[in-house]
């Protein structure tokens, strides 16, 4: 799982995985996506030994979602208000 704050960080990582021809499937949740969309990407995350990577904002996927199928987490960045 990788999170992050900013949308333009988590187009940034998106872009790369297909840029750098990652062949793993991923999941993305952020403000734009649906509870309905959220709770089927859950699934597909937990279920389907494929989907190995999430890319996930803070806000949108930081609590009230079942992500236990990962095993490493990283933070690309951190939600930071002065």
Do not use: C, Y
């Not at 734009?32 to 279920?47: D, I, K």
């Amino acid at each position: 799982l990788v999170f992050g704050h900013h949308r333009a960080v988590l187009d940034g990582i998106e872009a790369n995985l297909i840029r750098l021809n990652i062949k793993a499937k991923h999941i993305r949740i952020d403000g734009n996506t649906s509870p309905a969309e959220r709770s089927r990407l859950v699934q597909q995350f937990q279920n389907d030994s494929q989907t190995q990577l999430g890319i996930l904002s803070m806000t949108a996927a930081g609590e009230g979602l079942t992500l236990t199928a990962a095993s490493i987490i990283v933070f690309a960045e951190l939600h930071w208000t002065p």
